[in-house]
């Protein structure tokens, strides 16, 4: 029981990264997918998540940049992350859970607690 985050690197301001959540060993159509990052220094926060019905929600603070997408076939989920910032770097990591934590959980940290599957993380450096 896995999940799996590729795609992060070091970027420039400006430029965009597509990351990617790629699950194994549980039924990946019956869970909600939720991306975090964390800053350095700091805990993670909730920015995007996916239903198993394909609603997407973002945070307030960044859903102008970010497009959240589901490959049910290849058990993937894919974050698009736009117009890169320097404060957008970060370890950004995928978890899977309950439907009824997208999108409780990107305001919710107590919530956080039952997402049953978590990913170590790609890391994004946003160069200036």
């Known amino acids: 029981v896995q999940l799996v985050e590729s795609g992060g690197g070091l970027v420039q301001v400006g430029e965009s990264l597509k990351l990617s959540c790629a699950a194994s060993?549980?039924?990946?159509?019956?869970?909600?997918i939720v991306w975090f990052r964390r800053a350095p220094g700091k805990e993670d926060v909730g920015i995007s998540c996916?239903?198993?019905?394909?609603?997407?929600y973002y945070a307030d603070s960044m859903k102008d940049r970010l497009t959240i997408s589901a490959d049910n076939a290849k058990k993937v989920v894919y974050l698009e992350v736009n117009t890169l910032k320097p404060e957008d770097t970060g370890n950004y990591r995928c978890?899977?859970?309950?439907?009824?934590?997208?999108?409780?959980?990107?305001?919710?940290?107590?919530?956080?607690?039952?997402?049953?599957?978590w990913g170590r993380g790609t890391l994004v450096t946003v160069s200036s």
């Open positions: 978890a899977a859970g309950p439907n009824y934590l997208c999108p409780s959980s990107l305001s919710n940290e107590a919530l956080t607690r039952y997402l049953r599957v």
């Open positions: 996916i239903t198993t019905e394909g609603y997407t």
């Open positions: 060993g549980f039924t990946f159509d019956e869970s909600t």
